[in-house]
């Protein structure tokens, strides 16, 4: 007992790593991903992320005080005018046009990993949908910070994806990323030997699709 987050990380450290320290991930950090990868990310991201806020409307719905309930509204108000914001700059950048993101299809790594979210959730009380969500909200701040400490990063406008770096290892998303694990620590720090287990099910799922999520834009996959 006396569980804190990062026992969940500690749990399937391999692939938490495989996750943090992608191959698309890499590229990203050193600008040298291929646009096409890029795209077709971005595409299904544009997808997942109209999924991740009904995750987080569903966390709402899951609340059992105003707190619980503010943060996720916020969590839904982030994805709304924060990284659908970002998304859209990278669409103009990119060439993807509102048409092209209406007419897409879903791939099967974007089918598999909202839906898994969205179904631990519906199936589970907050905690469980809040360890399911961990591995994009922590795992993204994790990543810019991993980003920014490896040396074949390039900063700066000579990186397209600077702006992807620099949005996740800003102040207000690092924040985020500390309060909810703040969240985690105080509730994981009551459960049971075999709740934890369950729960650490979940987080290492969650962190597998991340990954099957990262490798279907590295190769393009439907
Ligand atoms: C596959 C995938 N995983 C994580 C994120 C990042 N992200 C999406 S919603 C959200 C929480 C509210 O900001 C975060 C951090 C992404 N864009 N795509």
């Known amino acids: 007992m006396g569980y804190r987050f990062r026992d969940l990380t500690a749990a399937c450290q391999d692939d938490w790593r495989a996750y943090i320290e992608h191959d698309f991930v890499r590229a990203l950090g050193a ?13 299904q991201d544009y997808l997942f992320l109209i999924h991740f806020a009904r995750a987080y409307a569903l966390a709402a719905y899951k609340s ?16 709304l005018d924060v990284e659908l914001d970002l998304h859209r700059g990278f669409c103009r950048d990119w060439g993807i046009s509102e048409s092209d993101l ?6 099967r790594a974007t089918l598999a990993y909202t839906r898994y979210v969205l179904d631990a959730g519906s ?11 961990a591995p994009c909200l922590v795992g993204y701040g ?42 985690l620590d105080a509730r994981l720090a009551e459960v049971t030997p075999a709740r934890f ?22 190769d393009r996959a439907d």
């Open 31 to 43: 600008g040298t991903l291929e646009a096409d990868a890029f795209r077709h990310y971005l595409q």
């Open 64 to 79: 059992r005080d105003l707190d619980e309930l503010r943060q996720a509204f916020d969590g839904l108000k982030t994805i």
């Open 102 to 107: 209406a007419a897409l299809p879903e791939s």
């Open 123 to 133: 199936r589970g009380d907050l905690l469980d949908l809040r360890i399911a969500l």
């Open 142 to 183: 994790e990543i810019a910070g991993w980003l920014a400490a490896q040396p074949f990063t390039l900063r700066g406008d000579a990186n397209p994806y600077e702006p992807w770096i620099a949005m996740y290892e800003g102040d207000d998303f690092q924040a985020a990323m500390r309060a909810e694990i703040a969240w």
């Open 197 to 218: 287990e369950q729960l650490a099910r979940l987080f290492r799922d969650a962190t597998r699709l991340e990954i099957d999520f990262w490798q279907m834009g590295l």
